[in-house]
């Protein structure tokens, strides 16, 4: 199996950007032979390695990464691991009770899992601290958003609190508000401290990590060989851990929905301007409306700064159009200045976009695809918490170890099949340029 064509992330992302340089990479270089290869640093294969590195001491793991870990997909998101319902097709984020139920489970066992590595690492509570986030709403759609999804989470027996624009005032120092729903569950992490420290902490003499070296062919020839442009890796068993790109190593082909998000960061702001702006110095709010504004103000390494984030575009050739950069950039200007007046000499530094796999049915891909080849991939636009809980999945499974999570994952459906990609393309640009305009206020 061939891959087609490489995944090409458009811009540098503000989070990685921040922090010191990483020290120089080690591309694998040679044919070397391990009990384990994972093809992808980033959530899922870190987890992966992780819990394989736990059930399997002795094993040898050799991580390929195509880039550097912290500059793909893993560190470029919001930095949002949300434990409840999610769904970025649904009006308030939630589906059925039931099923519901089973998701909220299973992203609290990910972020656990998370949390278990980020205190043994020590990673401090920038990388990853359990603050919970808001619902923000800034119009009365946006209240009403939030008032059908606080009757789901109270259908689910979940706890929330529901806040008043002056409480929403209080935390983010802007009147745009006009109330917010707040759920406990939520780590917020920095995404590139967050996988760049857990690389850095699981090497070892078990676990060795190759960075810069893309798998240009993975084929059986008794054990899986996975080919880079310099070297090889020759194992009994890989696990993919590389969500969209899945399509590239020949499954799901037709499945898979790739789309692309946006963010932009500022520059540090000045003293005068912190106290301008007021509220606290951390938060996050994710839109009533799931096509609106994601917001962040972190504090810390690189100074206080705002991100915002919204518009998505469909791609599924897993490249952006580096044309409509401008008006992407001119849309995150325009809602950032909508929230933040006070703040109108307040530029951009970063300016960076995201891949997401999605699925029609808002499943996975964790399983056994062939014989010693497992898969960790499709996200469904939360690929922090999925992410995680993908990897750990299918080393559990690989190693013959059961739960009442992995049984779920395994007895999903596959992801239902598309169009083909141009009228794909077409069909998702109009429901999403069309639910961005709906949105208003809330984008």
Known sequence: MTPIRAPKDPGVSGWNAMLPPAPPPTPLETAITADWCIIGAGFAGLAAARRLSQIRPEDQIVLLEAGRVGEGPAGRNSGFMIDLPHDLASEDYGGALNADRAQTEDNRRAIAFAGDMAAEFELGEEA???SGKVNGAASEKGLRHNLDYAGHLRALGEPFEMLSARDMQDLTGTAYYTGGLLTP???MIQPAMF???????LISNRVVLHEQSPVVALDRQGDWIARTPLGQVTAPNVILAVNGHLESFGHMAGRLLHVHTYASMTRPLSPDETARLGGADRWGIIPADPLGTTVRRISGTGGDRIIVRNRFTCDPWLESNPRQATGIARDHD??????????NDVTMEHRWGGRLCLSRNNVQVIGQLDEGLFSACCQNGLGTAKGTLAGLLAAELAT????????????????????????TRIGATVRIRTGEFRAGAEF
């Open 195 to 201: 996988v760049r420290g857990v690389a850095d902490r």
């Open 185 to 187: 569950g939520t780590a």
């Open 334 to 343: 325009r809602s950032f200045r909508a929230r933040f007046p006070m703040l």
């Open 128 to 130: 990853f601290t359990k």
């Open 400 to 423: 013959g170890h059961s739960s009442p999570a992995l049984d779920r994952a395994l007895a999903a459906e596959l992801p239902t099949a598309l169009p083909p990609k141009l009228l």
